[in-house]
Nanobody, 122 residues
Framework: VQLQASGGGLVQAGGSLRLSCAAS????????MGWFRQAPGKEREFVAA????????YYADSVKGRFTISRDNAKNAVYLQMNSLKPEDTAVYYC????????????????WGQGTQVTVSS
């Protein structure tokens, strides 16, 4: 499956952004999906994940209550709604797909999108 992330941009602290990840391929609905991010000088970290059916979601503690992951299997898309953004949320955000393994471990993921930049100004 090929993934294309979009929706990043520059936003003030406290603002919102919605990231989208478009997937190609007829098997999208069989993949669990995740979002990761990488800030300058830091390792890539887990943000959120959603089960293939959409009935289970998982979040990093740093974004819990502010970010919401969702998916639309009919549109081959996964989304990340980001509210109450903070400067520390500034990073390149990546969507990724996995068939199995640990959601928060990037090594579990089989496919990655190219990333979209999110910049939060203070």
């Amino acid at each position: 499956v090929q993934l294309q992330a979009s929706g990043g941009g520059l936003v003030q602290a406290g603002g919102s952004l919605r990231l989208s990840c478009a997937a190609s391929g007829r098997t999208f609905s069989s993949y669990n999906m995740g979002w990761f991010r990488q800030a300058p000088g830091k390792e890539r970290e887990f943000v959120a994940a959603i089960r293939w059916s959409g009935d289970s979601t998982y979040y990093a503690d740093s974004v819990k209550g502010r970010f919401t992951i969702s998916r639309d299997n009919a549109k081959n898309a996964v989304y990340l709604q980001m509210n109450s953004l903070k400067p520390e949320d500034t990073a390149v955000y990546y969507c990724a797909a996995l068939t199995g393994g640990t959601y928060y471990y990037e090594g579990s993921y089989d496919f990655w999108g190219q990333g979209t930049q999110v910049t939060v100004s203070s």
